[in-house]
């Protein structure tokens, strides 16, 4: 715990290395191919050309995100570099407040550096990069909020700003929101059982923002519509039916467990020592826990992403105990070496969810398509965004029910059967296209 912020210029010129050095590579690491990696990247270019078309997101989602890439979109002018920019930098960007809290808490720069490093090339939040892009984001409210959360005395001022943090959270994902409200609910069991008065503080602000984006959900779904997921959610864990489609694989087990352990261990030596200041290290163990749980759900596999988060946290912290700064230095190097072969692999899986014969099939499509014109292509979302972004047309997995609908294009892989009825227009290297007459 600390009493305030005592950054200096020379935390300035580190951030900025740091920041500057992270852009550049994460630039390059998006761009890499001329279709930009990320699963959900066409998506999220999707929703920018919408804004820049008519000032709206066309899919509902929490929109600060969307906004943010959309004005970065604006200045270059762009849609695709618009994005790739606004990724890396919001990527880069939502660390640098654990390299904040890390200095504060210990008062040291070498676990700082350590804390923020291991975030940016940690393999879970490579993965993450121009695809979970809101949630990635978002990280940089769990820290804020943090920030001022573990400092000691906190005045008003910090309880407002926690509070506007986690609001912003809310406004960028639903599971960023969530991960702060556990931060505040251990930190609160925590000054209960320490007898101490902060906790009405933080359990009103875990409540109040429960309670005003629950509102803004009855309000205004469209921006709030998050929370449907945070219902899923319970409803999986309270189902008796199996609900995880996507089995991780136990090596994403790793961080986590790891940290929890390092977590317990460090709180049981503190308490051993008579040392009851452990409000930080007790919130990250609850974090942690949370996230490791095999919950019955399609989330867990975006909990154990999630993991990067405190064991990097808790992995600076162990670095700050050490006293000699040469044997400090040392042990991070160690620390940030240790899954750099991870870290490259995950690298090298980093790629588009189609190629480039798709494409070019998409683009010959194109031009062949008349516009506002009704086309059905039944694969997965994914490629379907893709789709969408590329013929800047409404794609529609089925056939819908419009009064007067009279043609239809139908896009279908080359393995596939072709719709009856219907007459082959174009057929590519992967797709062919139909036109069907009603």
Do not use: C
């Amino acid at each position: 715990m600390y009493s305030g912020l005592r950054l200096k210029k020379i935390d300035f010129l580190i951030i900025t290395i740091i920041l500057v050095s992270a852009i550049y590579i994460y630039y390059h690491l998006i761009d890499r191919d001329p279709l930009v990696i990320g699963v959900d990247a066409p998506y999220y270019m999707i929703q920018v050309r919408e804004i820049l078309r008519s000032g709206s997101m066309k899919y509902g989602d929490p929109p600060l995100t969307f906004y943010i890439l959309y004005a970065i979109a604006y200045v270059v002018n762009d849609v695709r570099l618009g994005f790739i920019i606004g990724a890396s930098i919001l990527a880069a960007s939502a660390s640098i407040p654990f390299y904040i809290l890390i200095k504060e808490v210990t008062g040291k720069y070498i676990p700082a550096i350590t804390t923020i490093l291991l975030i940016l090339y940690s393999p879970l939040y490579l993965r993450m990069l121009a695809d979970f892009v809101k949630n990635q984001f978002g990280v940089m409210f769990i820290g804020l909020a943090m920030i001022y959360l573990f400092k000691d005395g906190q005045t008003l001022r910090d309880y407002i700003l926690i509070f506007l943090f986690t609001l912003l959270a809310g406004l960028t994902h639903i599971l960023d929101f969530a991960l702060i409200l556990i931060i505040l609910g251990g930190y609160t069991l925590t000054s209960l059982l320490g007898r101490d008065r902060e906790w009405r503080m933080v359990l009103l602000i875990a409540i109040v923002s429960i309670t005003i984006y629950y509102v803004g959900y009855l309000l205004n779904p469209f921006y709030f519509g998050d929370l449907n997921r945070g219902f899923g959610f319970i409803s999986d864990i309270t189902s008796s039916e199996e609900n995880i489609r996507r089995t991780p694989s136990i090596t994403m087990y790793i961080p986590g467990i790891t940290a929890l352990f390092l977590s317990i261990i460090l709180i049981g030596y503190k308490l051993y020592k008579n040392d009851y200041n452990i409000k930080f290290l007790f919130s990250i163990a609850i974090l942690d826990l949370f996230l490791i749980i095999p919950w019955n759900s399609n989330w867990v596999y975006r909990f154990l992403i999630m993991t990067f988060l405190p064991s990097s946290l808790i992995l600076g912290y162990i670095v700050s105990l050490v006293e000699n700064r040469f044997n400090m230095l040392l042990i991070s190097l160690v620390i940030f070496t240790m899954p750099i072969s991870n870290t490259l692999m995950t690298i090298n899986h980093l790629h588009p969810t189609i190629n480039m014969l798709e494409y070019n099939d998409f683009t010959a499509i194109g031009n062949i398509i008349e516009s506002n014109s009704i086309i059905v292509f039944k694969e997965s979302l994914i490629k379907r965004y893709w789709a969408e972004y590329i013929l800047n047309h409404e794609i529609y997995s089925r056939i819908p029910h419009i009064p007067g609908l009279s043609t239809i294009y139908i896009i279908v892989r080359n393995d596939g059967i072709g719709p009856p009825h219907a007459k082959l227009l174009y057929h590519g290297s992967v797709y062919s296209l139909y036109i069907l007459k009603i």
